[in-house]
């Protein structure tokens, strides 16, 4: 019993030992470093899909403020990062089948290419996300149906924001 315990505290000793020993900082870290100052939205709206292309800049608003812990800022001119956000891809498809044949289960996908703009530099990278989703008896994929899960998939692209920036901040 007492070989089990002390197994324990030294390989969790030489496991923090190992992580601080490494500097190890998680990607968040980095995206955070990359948004330190006044940060810009800009959308692009998708005309085919304008109430979601707003959608979306609301969202990237919220991850900027809540895990970037960045400052939004109303004008450009005071910006040190302008983020351009575009909603390129919109789709709905039907992805499984009752014995009937009619449509049981879809999935919203949704693409959206974010392009972040600093004094010296450019980085532009596509994020995808996707949401099934299905009905209630009913053949027809009403407007709030539709809207709610444009809307998951849309967040759930959004959130690989922040690995994308992470990743490219080492690419210098």
């Given at each position: 019993m007492k070989s089990i315990n002390l197994f324990k505290k030294v390989f969790l000793i030489l496991f923090v030992i190992l992580f601080v020993s490494c500097s190890y900082k998680p990607s968040s870290y980095y995206a955070k470093k990359e948004f330190s100052n006044n940060v810009y939205v800009d959308l692009d709206i998708n005309m085919?899909?304008?109430?979601?292309s707003v959608l979306i800049k609301d969202a990237m608003n919220k991850l900027i403020l809540t895990r970037l812990n960045s400052k939004l800022v109303k004008t450009r001119a005071e910006a040190d990062k302008v983020v351009y956000i575009k909603l390129t891809k919109v789709s709905i498809d039907e992805i499984q089948y009752d014995k009937a044949g009619r449509t049981k289960?879809?999935?919203a996908n949704v693409k959206i290419n974010?392009?972040?703009?600093?004094?010296?530099?450019?980085?532009?990278?596509?994020?995808e996300g996707r949401d099934d989703f299905s009905l209630d008896e009913k053949t027809i994929i009403n407007d709030s149906k539709r809207f709610d899960a444009i809307k998951n998939a849309s967040n759930k692209a959004l959130e690989q924001v922040l690995s994308k920036l992470s990743l490219l901040s080492f690419k210098r």
């Amino acid at each position: 019993m007492k070989s089990i315990n002390l197994f324990k505290k030294v390989f969790l000793i030489l496991f923090v030992i190992l992580f601080v020993s490494c500097s190890y900082k998680p990607s968040s870290y980095y995206a955070k470093k990359e948004f330190s100052n006044n940060v810009y939205v800009d959308l692009d709206i998708n005309m085919e899909d304008p109430k979601n292309s707003v959608l979306i800049k609301d969202a990237m608003n919220k991850l900027i403020l809540t895990r970037l812990n960045s400052k939004l800022v109303k004008t450009r001119a005071e910006a040190d990062k302008v983020v351009y956000i575009k909603l390129t891809k919109v789709s709905i498809d039907e992805i499984q089948y009752d014995k009937a044949g009619r449509t049981k289960l879809f999935r919203a996908n949704v693409k959206i290419n974010v392009k972040v703009i600093s004094l010296n530099e450019v980085k532009s990278f596509d994020v995808e996300g996707r949401d099934d989703f299905s009905l209630d008896e009913k053949t027809i994929i009403n407007d709030s149906k539709r809207f709610d899960a444009i809307k998951n998939a849309s967040n759930k692209a959004l959130e690989q924001v922040l690995s994308k920036l992470s990743l490219l901040s080492f690419k210098r």
